[in-house]
């Protein structure tokens, strides 16, 4: 089951995840490279506030991930608007097309004194090779949400490691991302981040 399917069902995260957890959470049918929610699971997502809009299907990553991993695969997925979905909480991010989830990876987000603000946000702008004047900084597509400069883009994705606020994904998918979105797409920001010793800025 992947990352984000274990999210969307109820169990933890596969950063954080036990065995026992990954067994105990309901399967969705699986059909190739995608697993298809029940109405049953859709559901309980929709009313428990998990998800905010019926999915058709995630993602079937053979293997949690961790730290710096991402899978993305588009076969399968139908067409329709691109729109992200950052589970703070989980440590993840999920891409969709339509009801399809296309991309999902381990993110980094913001420390305590720069943290991520969860809502309902859109991409304002795009821009492929950025540098933050303010942080001195390379943020490779870097993909704006906010206009004091809050953004998805490229990072060292480790243990430990926060951002100045930003949503901090590896650099493989940050590309995929950067391509796939378009200026006006949604970004849904939920969750509260996991308390982590020893958190620093990328």
């Known amino acids: 089951m992947s990352a984000a399917a274990l999210a969307l069902v109820g169990a933890k995260s596969s950063v954080h995840a036990t065995a026992d ?8 049918a699986q059909s190739g490279n995608r697993l298809f929610l029940t109405k049953t699971q859709l559901d309980q997502a929709i009313a428990s506030g998990t998800l905010d809009r019926p999915i058709r299907s995630l993602l079937a990553v ?20 691109t729109w992200i979905r950052v589970d703070l909480g989980s440590q993840l991010i999920s891409v969709f097309r339509g ?30 090779d950025h540098r933050s004047s303010l942080y001195d900084a390379e943020m490779p597509y ?7 400069g809050v953004s998805i883009h490229a990072s060292s994705v480790r243990w430990g490691a926060a951002t100045h606020g930003c949503i901090g994904v590896p650099l493989p998918f940050a590309k995929r991302l950067f391509d796939a979105a378009r200026v006006g797409d949604e970004v849904v920001i939920v969750g509260t981040p996991p308390r982590m010793v020893g958190q620093r800025a990328a």
């Open 21 to 28: 957890a990954r067994a105990a959470a309901p399967h969705p």
């Open 62 to 81: 053979k293997a949690p991930l961790q730290f710096g991993d991402y899978s993305w695969d588009d076969r399968g997925a139908a067409p329709g608007p």
């Open 99 to 128: 009801g399809d989830e296309i991309g999902t990876a381990v993110i980094v987000y913001g420390g305590d004194n720069k943290e991520t603000p969860a809502g309902k946000l859109q991409i304002l702008g795009k821009a492929r």
């Open 142 to 148: 870097t993909l704006r949400l906010t206009d004091d």
